[in-house]
Structures are given as C-alpha cells and as structure tokens.
C-alpha cells in the first residue's frame, strides 16, 4: 500500500507540473445584475483595469513585472495611495457594472443599435485584433470577447441621443447646452507646432524649446482676433528655423484650423500649467503653451456663437455633455446592481497571470 500511495503522490505531481494538466478556466465568474460575466469579459475587463494602473506607475515601478507591480502602490489622480491588487480588482468590478448596466438600459428602451455604429464597432475590432491580437490570446481573451465589448460601447454611444437628444427621453435644453458650451467647450483658432525638425526628426534640446516657445508666445501677444491668422503665419518659419527646418509662408498659413477642446481633453492632454494657461482664455485672447512634450499650441479663443448657430452646433455639445452624462448614469445604475461574483472561479483568473507582452 505505501508504494502505491507513493506513486499516487508522483503521478499528481507530475501531472500539476505539466502544461497539459491544469485547472479549467471556468466558463463564468458569476453574475451581476442578473447577468452572468463570461471568463473572457471578466479577463478583459481585469487586464484594461491592470492599463490603467500602469499609468499611475512611479519611476522606480516596472508595470512588465506583473506580480512585482501589483504588490506596489499606486496614487491615482486626486486619490490616496492603494495597493496595485485592490486597485486593478475594483476597477474591474467597475468596468463590469458598467458594462450590464449599458446593456439593460439599451434593452430596456427596447433600442437597436444603428448600422452605422455596428460598422465602426466591427472596425475597431478589427484594428484591435490586427494590432493587439497576439496579446489578447495570450491573456485568454478572444476576438468575440472583444466585439462584444466593443458594441456595448457603441451602445453607451448610442444611450446619448437616446437619452439626451431632441427626440430623447430627458432632452437637454437650449440653456443646458448654452451653458456647456460656454464653460466646458473652447472654440479655438489654433496651429501646432512640432518641437522637432520634421524631416530629420531631431528633437529641440532644452534651450531651443525655450526659444521656440518665447518666439511663439511673442506671436501670441501681438495678436487680435482680426490678425491671429496674419500674425501667426508671419511668426512660424522663424519659430521653425531654430531647429534649422523650413516653412514656406503659403505652408505656414494652411497650418492653421478651427476646433473645440472641451475642459476634459485639456486637462487630460496638457501639464497643469498649460490647461490654466488655455482654459483662463476670454474670447479674443490667444496664448501659446507646451502641449505634451513634442509640440507647442498658439491659439487664440473664439466665441462660437457669434459665426455658428446653435442649432449647428448641438450635435457637438451633445456628444460632450451627453457623453458625461451617460456615463455617470452608468457608472450609478452599475453601482445599484447586485452582484453575486464566484471567488473561487475569479481566484482561478487572478491578474498575476496577466501578459504584458505576447
């Protein structure tokens, strides 16, 4: 009897040691809000909650050493410090309220998604694949995971005009989409400016941004609303020529748009300083400021309404304001949901599994 409980103990060993024999990925981590979550859904939404978490990464942290980073602690925006773990598994669950709670509110207005957004969802899908498809597999998450996630996206899309449209459950009103507009929106006249000679691509050294960036807020300061144009394109080829590069003034001019930058994208594509440069604008001011750390933005605010209807531009407010709003809905009706998730199947899909790279 001893050796065969021997060779019993071998057998198992050798058998935990082997690729072929592991525990099964079960098919289900449970359910929230009366809807099961699909390993896959489950292994997405924990492997973009891990992304996020990276983003907060200090100097000394390595996000590619998984088990390391999430035994470390993160501080997110505006947060206290949080283990990585708790931070990637409550996001998570997060991301999976979410998730149910879009699609009961797109069922419960008994709504169908528009082909146009069935279309872009499979494009995106397709992009995600060809590029992060590799990846993907190698963190068990398959293409039907990702297309489903994809038009539940479209589908919060969608809730937007279902929602807050002219035609929509709770229409926003004239004032509401006034106001946003005129606190939340910047109607921007604007160029960029690349901190790098564009055909040799060598980046300006700490001095010559310097220099590029004073050249630039001179041009900004000399401006008025009837000059910006004139004013800006005169500046550009002596902003350019201090990384040595050429700009014609016809290919100066053409540089130069029109565009919003809503509050949120600002604070999320400027440092601090910039996003108070830009944002303290009244109309008819222009300033010049660092965006990112490739490129500078002389721009100048413009007011909307005096060009622009806002019947022309409801559809742009509503994306911004609409958006905002749907979000929050959803983030409070996922919030609401029961949840009844399997620790014993999520203990099997653990994120020190995850793959950083395929």
């Given amino acids: 009897m001893k050796h065969k409980l021997l060779a019993l103990a071998s057998a198992l060993a050798l058998c935990l040691a082997l690729a072929g024999c592991h525990f099964s990925t079960p098919d289900t981590v449970g359910a929230i809000g009366g809807e099961e979550i699909g390993s896959g859904l489950y292994l997405l939404a924990q492997f973009d909650a891990y992304q996020q978490a990276a983003q907060y990464a200090g100097e000394d942290q390595d996000p590619a050493d998984v088990k390391a980073f999430l035994s470390a602690a993160i501080t997110p925006d505006g947060g206290e410090a949080v283990a990585v773990s708790d931070y990637v598994a409550a996001a ?25 957004y069935t279309a872009q969802a499979d494009s995106y899908t397709d992009q995600l694949m060809d590029s992060y498809g590799a990846l993907y597999a190698a963190n068990g998450i398959g293409e039907e995971t990702i297309r489903s996630y994809e038009y539940n996206l479209a589908k919060q899309s969608a809730l937007v005009e279902l929602l807050y449209g002219q035609d929509g459950e709770t229409p926003l009103t004239d004032e509401e989409l006034t106001d946003h507009l005129e606190n939340e929106m910047l109607y921007l006249r604007y160029v960029t400016v690349p901190l790098y000679n564009t055909s040799t691509f060598a980046f300006a050294d700490e001095a010559q941004a310097a220099e590029m960036l004073s050249l630039a807020e001179a041009a900004a300061a000399d401006s008025t609303p009837d000059t910006f144009d004139e004013t800006v394109a005169a500046a550009l080829p002596g902003i350019y020529a201090v990384l040595d590069a050429e700009l014609s003034a016809e290919d100066a001019a053409a540089q130069l748009s029109s565009s919003f930058l809503t509050r949120s994208q600002m604070d999320a594509s400027f440092s601090p300083e910039a996003a108070a440069a830009l944002g303290g604008l009244d109309y008819g001011q222009a300033a010049a400021v660092e965006y990112g750390s490739t490129s500078l933005l002389i721009a100048l605010r413009l007011d909307p309404l005096a060009t622009l209807t806002l019947d022309d531009l409801r559809a742009t407010i509503l994306s911004d ?21 399997d620790q014993a199947a999520m203990a099997k899909l653990p994120a020190s599994r995850i793959k950083t790279g395929a």
């Avoid at 749907?326 to 996922?334: F, H, S, T, W």
């Fill in 321 to 341: 304001l609409g958006a905002a709003l749907v979000q929050a809905d959803m983030e409070a009706g996922g919030a609401a949901l029961a949840a009844e998730l």
């Fill in 92 to 116: 998570t669950e997060d991301e999976l309220r979410r998730y149910v709670a879009v699609e009961a509110r797109f069922a419960a207005l008994g709504a169908e998604l528009d082909p146009a």
